[in-house]
């Protein structure tokens, strides 16, 4: 799988002594930048990255907005302004919460599950192309060790995508 170059084109061979902050990044954004692509023309073109992330973030049994900026790692207030836009576009609603209170749960509507659904088939494409070219196993055991490097001993957040 070739992802299109718009910056810098780095091939195997010039990868040698390039930083692997640089190659971290310039591939995260390649890929994100392909993905966004591809989910725009299976007819999510209002959607972003940080809309998919905030879906994730509330998963199956949804989340007070202030959760949502907790996971988010944003204030409330912009937690609340993303709830309201995705609340407009159809994609969450606020539900009274369950234990009561003036709280509201904010859920995913069938919209958003559609979306999380068409992304991860995306994901996967995105993925197998890759694998077409690169030893999967291997780059997800590196990354995972970079991950494990810098994140420190603690429990890692959940790593599983709400499909």
Known sequence: MTLPCHHICVTRDENEGVEL????????QLLLGEFTRRVAEAGYPD???????AFQALGRSGATATELAERLGVTKQAAGQLVDDLEKRGY???????EGGRRKLVVLTPAARDHLAVAGRI???????LGRETDLPALRRGL???VRTFHGEGPLPPLRPVW
């Not at 959607?47 to 992330?53: A, S």
């Not at 969450?92 to 369950?98: C, F, G, K, L, Q």
């Open 21 to 28: 902050l640089f190659l971290l990044g310039l591939g995260f």
């Open 47 to 53: 959607l972003r990255p940080v809309h998919g992330m």
């Open 92 to 98: 969450v609603r606020r539900e009274p919460h369950p």
């Open 123 to 129: 994901l996967h494409e995105l993925e197998a192309g």
């Open 144 to 146: 995972g060790q970079v």
